[in-house]
């Protein structure tokens, strides 16, 4: 979920991501999460203690004003965003090494058919 503030409208949140604010707990499906106080004011949900709380991952990319939500990770969140070595052929066949675009920001885009 893309987001251009650290509040977002609670329906706009169960959109996005399927967790409803009701009252001070979130809930998705059967599983209900009370909420630390102060994380809900009326319609305005706190992105970060909501993500703190879920163990959602939660970048920011402060040069564009822009923060990122991923999904709850159920405590198996990455500890670095230091991406392993990959090497694989581009279009042309030659080999491609991510370790050439350090320093810059990338975006990995995986697919598995099952």
């Given at each position: 979920m893309?987001?251009?503030?650290?509040?977002?409208?609670?329906?706009?949140?169960?959109r996005r991501t399927g967790w409803e604010i009701k009252g001070v707990t979130a809930c998705k499906g059967d599983?209900?999460?009370?909420?630390?106080?102060?994380?809900?004011?009326?319609?305005?949900?706190?992105?970060a203690a909501?993500?703190?709380?879920?163990?959602?991952?939660?970048?920011?990319?402060?040069a564009h004003?822009?923060?990122s939500l991923g999904p709850e990770s159920g405590g198996r969140a990455l500890t670095t965003a230091a991406a392993p070595?990959?090497?694989l052929p581009d279009l042309d066949g030659?080999?491609?090494?991510?370790?050439s675009?350090?320093?810059?920001?990338?975006?990995?885009v995986a697919w598995a058919s099952w």
């Open positions: 893309l987001l251009d503030s650290l509040t977002v409208d609670r329906d706009e949140l169960a599983a209900c999460v009370p909420l630390p106080a102060g994380t809900v004011r009326g319609n305005a949900v706190d992105v909501f993500a703190t709380r879920l163990r959602m991952p939660l970048v920011a990319d402060t004003g822009l923060w070595d990959l090497e030659k080999m491609f090494s991510l370790r675009l350090r320093g810059q920001k990338v975006v990995l």
